[in-house]
């Protein structure tokens, strides 16, 4: 089935060590987006991707970096966690194009930092 | 500026005891609007897709229906394995590529 994956499932970490999380997906979407999603929140879209072009949202923390090697990987690198980046993070996916503009999502990486 | 907001926040209902969810927007040209289903610690799972008022589709006890400002879920008969959040989320036609989400409803249904 064609799907989006994230790994890890469940990420720990130190205050300030660098983490990197990862998302493949095989439905050969154009568009790949990272959310933050804290609890009982609307997930919070921090970055995506438009083939290779990359749009940041304006919030967004430097902190927050990513990487799109391909049409199907994308990486979610956090330089230096804080205690407050501790939350899900979801990869979703999109075509964008005629009708089918619905976003898919992967399971998440629920990240903790100590 | 664009907003999504969906009320309640918590419904609790009894097995066969029918309701509806509502997500409200305020997005100029509207694209497309979402319903996505989140079990606890899990991603979203995509439901609807609607994109014109009066616009309904329907999933087994769910059916969602689109008006010019506002989305319903209406939820028929539920049973304890519909208890989720149920997310709202809107595409703009000015910036399509971006998705507007609401907070979700979390919906409790009690055997």
């Known amino acids: 089935d064609a799907m989006v994956i994230q790994n890890p499932r469940y990420q720990v970490t130190q205050f300030g060590k660098p983490v990197t999380l990862s998302c493949s997906q095989t439905l050969n979407h154009n568009v790949m987006y990272w959310y933050q999603q804290k609890s009982s929140q609307a997930p919070k879209l921090l970055f995506h991707y438009y083939d290779k072009d990359f749009n940041n949202e304006a919030d967004t923390p430097d902190n927050f970096q990513s990487r799109r090697p391909n049409t199907s990987f994308c990486f979610l690198d956090i330089r230096s966690p804080g205690l407050g980046d501790a939350a899900m993070y979801l990869c979703a996916t999109s075509r964008l194009t005629g009708a089918y503009n619905e976003q898919f999502f992967g399971p998440g990486t629920r990240l903790t930092v100590l | 500026e664009d907003q999504v907001t969906q009320s309640p926040e918590a419904l609790r209902l009894q097995e066969g005891e029918s309701s509806s969810l509502n997500c409200s927007y305020t997005v100029s040209g509207l694209r497309g609007l979402f319903w996505y289903r989140q079990d606890p610690g899990k991603g979203p799972e995509f439901l609807f897709t609607?994109?014109?008022a009066g616009e309904e589709k329907e999933k087994e006890r769910l059916k969602a229906t689109l008006t010019k400002k506002e989305s319903f879920l209406h939820i028929t008969a539920p049973k304890p394995e519909d208890s989720a959040t149920y997310l709202c989320a809107v595409q703009a036609s000015y910036n399509f590529n971006k998705f507007y989400f609401g907070s979700g409803t979390k919906l409790n249904v009690k055997p």
């Open positions: 609607l994109y014109s």
